[in-house]
C-alpha cells in the first residue's frame, strides 16, 4: 500500500495527454477513453460517458477505444454499465493499455481486442482511508465485495475459476496482447501496434518498464516540393 495508491497516479500523470471524447458516424459510435477513469479526479467522468451514450440511442454498435492506467473502481463500473445497458454491440480495441478500472470498461464488450504490444492488468480493489479502527474495518469489508463482484466478471468472461482470479489479482499480474488472449480475457489480437504507452505507472508495485510509442510522422515529399519549385520558377520566367 505504500506506492499503490490513486493519488499518486493521478500526480504522475498530470502532464500528459488525457482525453476522452465520443464520435458518431452514422448508426456506429467511438468512444475514446484515453485518460484515468475517475470525474474527481478530472479523467474520466461515468456520468458524462452516461450520458453522451444515452444521446445516441439507436446507434448499432459502438466502438470504446482505450488506453487508460486505471482510476477509480466505481467509475469504471458505472461506465461498463453505461455500455452494457445500451443496445449497441460493443466492441473493445486495447490500443495501448489497460489497467485496473480501465479492464471493467473492457469486460463490458461483447468483443475485445488488444493491439500488438498493448497490456492488460488486474489487480485488487484499494483506496485511501482515514478513521478508527471499525472505519477500517468496514473499508476492508467493501473491499472485499469490490473484489469478489470483479472476480466475478473476470471469470464470466475468462471461464477461469475463482481461485485462479484470486490468485492474478493478489498478484497484481500484468499480462502481455498474447497472454491475455491465452488467459481469455481478450478474444483477440490486432494487426495493429500498441499506440500512446507512455503512462507514468509506478503508483503499482509490479508495473513493467513500458517504452513510450513513437509517433507516427509524415515525412515530407520532397521530390514533389521540388517538382512543384520547378514549375512556379517556369510560370513566373
Not at 149 to 178: L, V
Amino acid at each position: 500500500m505504500d506506492r499503490m495508491n490513486l493519488l499518486k497516479l493521478i500526480k504522475d500523470n498530470a502532464e500528459k495527454p488525457r482525453t476522452w471524447s465520443i464520435k458518431a458516424e452514422g448508426d456506429e459510435l467511438v468512444l475514446y477513453i484515453y485518460d484515468v477513469i475517475g470525474g474527481f479526479f478530472g479523467g474520466v467522468n461515468a456520468q458524462e460517458v452516461a450520458e453522451a451514450l444515452d444521446e445516441h440511442p439507436h446507434a448499432t454498435s459502438i466502438h470504446v477505444r482505450i488506453n487508460s492506467p486505471g482510476g477509480d473502481v466505481f467509475d469504471g463500473v458505472a461506465i461498463g454499465d453505461a455500455l452494457k445497458r445500451h443496445p449497441a454491440q460493443v466492441y473493445a480495441h486495447i490500443d495501448g493499455l489497460a489497467a485496473s478500472a480501465a479492464t471493467g470498461v473492457a469486460m463490458a464488450a461483447d468483443w475485445v481486442e488488444i493491439a500488438e504490444g498493448g497490456m492488460f492488468m488486474i489487480h485488487n480493489a484499494w483506496t485511501i482511508v482515514m478513521g478508527n479502527r471499525h472505519e477500517m474495518t468496514a473499508t476492508a469489508t467493501l473491499l472485499g465485495k469490490v473484489d469478489a463482484d470483479i472476480n466475478k466478471t473476470y471469470a464470466k468472461k475468462t471461464g477461469a475459476s475463482t481461485e485462479q482470479i484470486t490468485e492474478w489479482m493478489d498478484a497484481e499480474t500484468w499480462f502481455t496482447a498474447e497472454e491475455a488472449k491465452e488467459a481469455g480475457f481478450v478474444d483477440a489480437i490486432a494487426d495493429e501496434e500498441a499506440q500512446n504507452r507512455a503512462w507514468k505507472l509506478s503508483a503499482y508495485k509490479n508495473a513493467p518498464q513500458i517504452e513510450p510509442s513513437e509517433p507516427t510522422v509524415e515525412r515530407p515529399d520532397f521530390a514533389a516540393m521540388e517538382r512543384r519549385l520547378k514549375l512556379l520558377e517556369k510560370s513566373t520566367a
